[in-house]
């Protein structure tokens, strides 16, 4: 028989599942015994964790399907895809979703390749996917759906793969949007324009910056476009990228961020003195939120996380048969939030 431990409710059976560790690992980590890494014992303590989150939703009645959340991001935005994540799944009653996470704030495509394929060996029943359009996250994600492990990509697409479906904004109609907001809220004098993206690798990413491309030429054809990218959207590389492209180019004025990073571009300016005269960004994560409320920035174009992680959850389950239907993808409404209009 499986043993509890005192300190929390859960069999050893069901932390080994969530972390994906086996059963003899969690049992030494449990019981203190030597021998085992501290990483390991972080794994076990974030099964526990999630385990907690997830109580109200294991106690309904239903199937239970055991899902991975793998994504490639900045902590600030995986971490505001695992509240969504844990706000949506419980609403997919009498189904009973359970996610394990797999985020990552640094690493390649290599990298989320070795995840997919370590889940595949260990078992799942579908994959939310954030990584970048790569062959080998294309080919793990085949390797997926010949084990009968369907995958539904998140925010940016692989779309040369066997995933199947795709949820998130029209990453072109986005770029378009920005390029409208930018041409209607900064000086009319055509200074340059920055366009900031985390990595070329990723779709979506790519998606935008030719969105914003094509509508830049149409409506403001004399303003420069100054891009920067390969930071992984993160401070101290996003800080240093920027500060580098303002000192070549004191005409910057205008900020489209693409890949996030946006307290380092504003910390960036502010270092020479500057301010952005208009600034358009994307997804409402605890760092935007904050800007936006500041007035830094001009507009945050936003979706709905909570619904599209809902809507990625039920696509898993057309998937498998648990629900009607085949699964497609779906591009949801985007959102241009400001100061006046943040959602609850």
Do not use: C
């Not at 704030?105 to 029943?125: C, F, K, N, P, W």
């Not at 390969?230 to 996003?238: F, I, N, Q, V, Y």
């Amino acid at each position: 028989m499986t043993r509890r431990n005192q300190r929390h409710p859960y069999r050893v059976r069901e932390i080994a599942q969530q972390s994906g560790l086996s059963e003899a690992t969690v049992d030494r980590v449990l019981h203190d015994r030597a021998g085992v890494r501290e990483s390991t014992r972080s794994e076990v303590r974030q099964a526990v964790a999630d385990l907690d989150r997830q109580a109200d939703q294991v106690r309904l009645a239903g199937q239970t399907f055991l899902v991975d959340l793998v994504m490639l991001a900045p902590r600030r935005f995986s971490d505001a895809v695992r509240a969504a994540a844990e706000a949506a799944l419980p609403q997919l009653r009498p189904a009973v979703l359970r996610a394990r996470f797999h985020l990552k704030e640094e690493g390649d495509a290599a990298d989320v390749a070795a995840t997919l394929q370590r889940i595949r060996r260990r078992g799942s029943q579908g994959i939310l996917l954030k990584a970048p359009d790569h062959q080998l996250v294309a080919a793990a994600v085949d390797e997926l759906a010949g084990a009968g492990i369907p995958t539904v990509t998140l925010v940016t697409d692989v779309p040369a793969s066997r995933r199947v479906a795709y949820v998130g904004i029209d990453n072109r109609a986005a770029g378009a949007t920005a390029a409208y907001l930018i041409t209607r809220t900064s000086r009319p004098e055509p200074g340059g324009v920055l366009m900031s993206l985390s990595s070329s690798t990723f779709h979506g990413e790519g998606e935008r910056e030719a969105g914003f491309r094509v509508a830049m030429a149409e409506l403001a054809p004399d303003r420069r476009l100054v891009e920067v990218t390969e930071t992984d959207g993160l401070h101290r590389s996003t800080l240093v990228a920027v500060g580098e492209a303002l000192a070549r180019d004191p005409s910057l004025d205008a900020v489209y961020s693409i890949g996030g990073g946006n307290a380092a571009i504003l910390e960036a300016f502010r270092a020479r003195g500057r301010t952005p005269t208009s600034f358009v960004a994307h997804d409402l994560d605890g760092d935007n939120v904050t800007l936006l409320r500041r007035r830094q920035l001009t507009a945050v174009l936003h979706h709905d996380l909570p619904g599209g992680l809902e809507e990625a959850a039920r696509l898993i389950l057309r998937a498998r048969g648990a629900l009607p239907g085949r699964p497609w993808s779906r591009t949801s409404q985007i959102q241009v939030i400001t100061p006046f209009n943040e959602p609850g």
